[in-house]
C-alpha cells in the first residue's frame, strides 16, 4: 500500500497557537457583550418583581374575599408590615403577618422573595422618579386598614428600574411603591 503524498500532507495540517488564541479571544468579547446585553442581575430583580405583584393580587383577591364572606377586620387602623420574622410557609391565622386569618383562601400567605433569607438587607429600589433608593425596610409587604370604612391598601417596593412607570401607573398616591387598593389615601408604608 502506498500512501499518496497529498493524503499525508494535509493530514499534518493544524491550527497554529496564535491562530487558536485569536478565536479565544473574539470568544471572550462577544461572551462579554452578550452578558452585558443580558444583565442577568435585572434579569433577577425583574422575576422578583412580577413575583411580587403577582403576590399583591393575590392578597388582594383573598382579602376581598375574606371581608365579603363576613372576616373580622384588623382591630385597629395603620399598617402591618411583612418582615423576615413574619414570614410564614404556611398558612395560620396567628402567624401570618396580615394578622387575619385569611387560611380559607390561600394555602399559603405570600412573602417577599428577598425575605425569604434569613438575614434582610438593603436593595436598591425602583422609585417614580426612576433614582435607586436603599433601605433597610425596601422588600416587605405591608397592609394599610381603615376598620371605619372597611378600605385597605396594599404596598410594596419594586427593585427593577424599569418598573418605575408601574409606580406611576397603579393609581395609587405614592410613587415609590406599587400598590393595590380600595382607597389610594390610606398609608401603608
Request: aromatic share 8%.
Amino acid at each position: 500500500m502506498k500512501i499518496s503524498a497529498r493524503f499525508i500532507k494535509s493530514s499534518q495540517q493544524a491550527f497554529t497557537l496564535v491562530e487558536l488564541l485569536v478565536v479565544i479571544g473574539i470568544l471572550g468579547v462577544l461572551m462579554t457583550v452578550a452578558l452585558a446585553a443580558i444583565n442577568p442581575a435585572e434579569a433577577q430583580r425583574k422575576a422578583r418583581d412580577t413575583q411580587r405583584m403577582k403576590d399583591m393580587a393575590t392578597l388582594q383577591t383573598a382579602f376581598e374575599q375574606y371581608l365579603s364572606d363576613g372576616g373580622t377586620a384588623p382591630a385597629t387602623t395603620g399598617a402591618s408590615p411583612l418582615t423576615s420574622a413574619t414570614a410564614t410557609t404556611g398558612c395560620t391565622a396567628a402567624t401570618n403577618w396580615t394578622g387575619l386569618n385569611l387560611c380559607n383562601y390561600l394555602s399559603k400567605v405570600p412573602s417577599d422573595p428577598v425575605n425569604n433569607v434569613s438575614t434582610k438587607t438593603a436593595v436598591g429600589v425602583a422609585s417614580g422618579t426612576g433614582t435607586a433608593q436603599t433601605t433597610a425596610h425596601a422588600t416587605v409587604y405591608k397592609l394599610g386598614y381603615d376598620s371605619t370604612t372597611g378600605t385597605y391598601k396594599f404596598c410594596t417596593y419594586l427593585e427593577s428600574k424599569s418598573n418605575a412607570t408601574k409606580l406611576y401607573n397603579d393609581g395609587g398616591t405614592n410613587t415609590d411603591s406599587f400598590e393595590v387598593f380600595t382607597d389610594s389615601t390610606l398609608t401603608c408604608l
